[in-house]
């Protein structure tokens, strides 16, 4: 398959009342259980390219190793840039990535509007859409005082209307990684008020550990692409584990096992989002 367009893949899932899922790739095996997830499920799939393995190896190799893993696949795919910086959303720009997303949300305010503004244009002029941040997302168990992690209404209604970002992803109580203690609710009200203001999809990171009924309330209120990446690590993980505890076994049988493993846990997201029966390519054939 050839990479579809990001664009109408929220728009469908926003006009259905879904969401899409968003999973990042860490090696051969670990997109191979993506793309099999989304072949499966019948579902679209954002690959993500992201802050772990992007320093691994760097940004045009994981690239092309995403890339040609999709491509032999039969899935409906994106292949999207997660947490770019500046520098880094350019050369996604010109290697051909479907999406970016530029993570200037560390950054000053009105930097973050003047940054992300002119990434829009440049990615725009290619045909891309352009996903941003605003507010802050704290790691698991970090303790942080939550009003001032929680993106603001006004400032998320004036960001999309000078910057033209086609997804924002904003910050409700959510965190990047599974917590050991309770997770903190999600604030499903502000949901609801940042899309009445902006009026564009919305996204949510770090959905890892959300419980089901939260997932669903973000979508019913907005939310139309989840960032999960924790939970489908510790499936594989798990895979490879239960290879080693049989004793002494080859590495290509344990990732064999992490990469049926990640790959059901996937389907189970898929499901839980509402896209799973809902590629495009699917729905032709049917």
Avoid at 88 to 109: K, N, Q, T, W
């Amino acid at each position: 398959m050839t990479q579809i367009d990001p664009r109408r893949v929220i728009q469908d899932a926003v006009e259905g009342g879904y969401a899409v899922g968003a999973f990042n790739m860490h090696s051969v095996e670990t997109t191979e259980a993506l793309v099999g997830a989304a072949g499966q499920a019948v579902a679209p799939v954002f690959l993500q390219v992201g802050r772990a393995i992007v320093p691994h190896v760097g940004l045009r190799k994981a690239y092309e190793m995403t890339r040609r893993v999709a491509e032999e696949s039969d899935a409906d795919y994106v292949i999207h840039l997660d947490h770019g910086p500046w520098e880094e959303v350019f050369e996604a720009i010109r290697l051909g990535f479907g999406s970016v997303m530029y993570d200037g949300a560390h950054l000053p305010f009105e930097e973050n509007i003047r940054t992300t503004r002119r990434i829009v244009e440049v990615a725009h002029d290619f045909g891309i859409p352009v996903e941003a941040e605003l507010g802050k997302i704290p790691d698991a168990d970090e303790e942080v005082d939550w009003s001032s992690y929680y993106t603001d209404v006004a400032e998320a209604e004036r960001f999309v209307a000078e910057t033209g970002v086609d997804f924002l992803a904003i910050s409700v109580g959510i965190v990047h990684g599974v917590p050991l203690a309770s997770p903190q609710p999600l604030d499903i009200q502000r949901i609801e008020e940042i899309k009445a203001v902006t009026g564009i999809p919305l996204v949510l990171h770090g959905a890892s550990g959300v419980p089901e009924d939260e997932v669903r309330a973000a979508m019913a209120a907005g939310v139309h692409k989840f960032n999960a990446d924790t939970d489908l690590r510790h499936a594989f993980r798990a895979g490879i584990e239960a290879v080693w505890q049989q004793g002494d076994r080859q590495f290509e049988e344990a990732v064999a096992e992490g990469r049926e493993r990640m790959l059901a846990a996937t389907v189970e997201k898929m499901k839980l989002y509402g896209c799973a029966g809902q590629a495009p390519s699917g729905r032709i054939r049917s």
